[in-house]
């Protein structure tokens, strides 16, 4: 099994910057895809950003533009830059991860970091 470990979330004023990070760990796993969620309480956990083995990424509509995310396939991390923080953007992100052992197909999550952008 994957366990992947968050770093980086905080509070941030509003138009500051933001560096989120994800490394995953285990044994006799590849890894397809890694990406990023975020909730909100009341509301259902949505992709925020998501990164294939071969670096081809999709972007939420909200995000594109001011998130910008890249991973390291040689040490099964990934990372968010977040740009031009808004309140909005404030929620729970969780680091998520697709990956193959054993010729079967397994999701992994992080634990969750809270991005809080106020003023």
């Known amino acids: 099994q994957v366990q992947l470990v968050e770093s980086g979330g905080g509070l941030v004023q509003p138009g500051e910057s933001l560096r989120l990070s994800c490394a995953a760990s285990?044994?006799?796993?590849?890894?397809?895809?890694m990406g990023w969620y975020r909730q909100v309480p009341g509301k259902g956990r949505e992709l925020v950003a998501r990164?294939?083995?071969?670096?081809?990424?999709d972007y939420a509509d909200s995000v594109k533009g001011r998130f910008a995310i890249s991973r390291d396939n040689a040490k099964n991390t990934v990372t968010l830059e977040i740009d031009s923080l808004k309140p909005e953007d404030t929620a729970v992100y969780y680091c998520?991860?697709?990956?193959?052992?054993?010729?079967?197909?397994?999701?992994?999550w992080g634990q969750g970091t809270q991005v809080t952008v106020s003023s």
């Open positions: 285990g044994s006799c796993f590849t890894i397809n895809a």
């Open positions: 998520n991860a697709v990956y193959f052992s054993s010729n079967i197909q397994y999701t992994s």
């Open positions: 990164i294939r083995s071969g670096r081809s990424a």
